[in-house]
């Protein structure tokens, strides 16, 4: 109540209010959420988060089911495999890791100091508008650990009569994987994929620490969270950033709708 539920409906209140903090809010109806439309950072923000979303997502659950399927081959230590791909999952976020990597994708870092040995030159990533988001996205990919564990906790619970029967009337790898695993894996692929679109939307630390919080370079990284931060707490404009938020809520509310709408024309429930 005092934690969630509160804020919840103040913020919806202050949505339709200046207020700054600092003076009591005034009511100015939806004039927010019009100066939203005329805003060009917050289009940025969101095409920044949206790239982020739609590029990361798919590749880190690509790559979870992919070491997922690996894993689920029997082979030995598996605990200590699964706790070593796991690690970076609780890490990804942290801001000791964002500093690392921006290290390793400075100009002088490790990145470039491999490409080196090859006789390339690369770019100073993390200041490059044309790279750095892509160097959160490998972040993101990164922390795959997470669904990967789901993935193989799911692969776990796939009969291997169905895998037998298909390889005896002569089915490839390939057609069984297409068969038999997607098609039985697909509510934990489905598990995933909303949980790692709420997590992308939501993404502040990575933008936040990358850039010191400036969004940059050339508004690269400007993520909606980060943005909506800085309109609340660097320019005191709370009401504008709970109109964020609000608007924030009803884009996750929206992919999540579609997505479950989608899910009876590829999810199948064995029972």
């Not at 997922?68 to 000791?96: D, E, T």
């Not at 919080?213 to 504008?240: C, D, E, H, I, K």
Request: hydrophobic residues 55%.
């Amino acid at each position: 109540m005092l934690f969630t539920i509160v804020p919840f409906f103040a913020s919806l209140y202050l949505a339709f209010t200046d207020y700054n903090l600092l003076n009591p809010p005034e009511w100015i109806g939806l004039a927010n959420f019009r100066d939203m439309f005329s805003d060009p950072k917050l289009l940025q923000s969101i095409r920044v988060t949206f790239t982020y979303t739609f590029v990361s997502v798919p590749l880190s659950l690509v790559a979870a089911l992919l070491v997922a399927m690996v894993l689920n081959r029997g082979i030995k230590a598996l605990p200590v495999y699964r706790a070593v791909f796991y690690l970076p999952s609780l890490l990804g976020a942290s801001v000791a890791v964002v500093l690392l990597w921006r290290y390793i994708f400075g100009f002088d870092g490790i990145v470039n100091a491999f490409l080196g040995w090859f006789g390339i030159a690369g770019p100073a990533w993390t200041s490059d508008p044309d790279y750095a988001l892509t160097t959160l996205i490998i972040l993101h990919i990164w922390t795959f650990g997470a669904p990967m564990v789901i993935f193989l906790a799911g692969l776990r619970q796939i009969p291997v009569q169905y895998y037998e029967a298909a390889a005896v009337d002569g089915a490839s790898k390939w057609r069984r994987f297409v068969s038999i695993t997607l098609p039985l894996l697909s509510p934990i692929i489905f598990f995933n994929l909303i949980q790692s679109l709420i997590a992308s939307f939501q993404t502040f630390t990575q933008g936040f620490v990358m850039n010191n919080g400036g969004g940059g370079p050339a508004n690269s990284t400007l993520f909606y969270n980060l943005y909506l931060y800085q309109q609340g707490f660097n320019q005191f404009n709370m009401g504008y950033a709970s109109a964020m938020a609000w608007t924030l809520l009803v884009i996750i509310a929206c992919f999540t709708a579609v997505t479950f709408f989608t899910a009876k024309y590829w999810v199948y429930y064995e029972n």
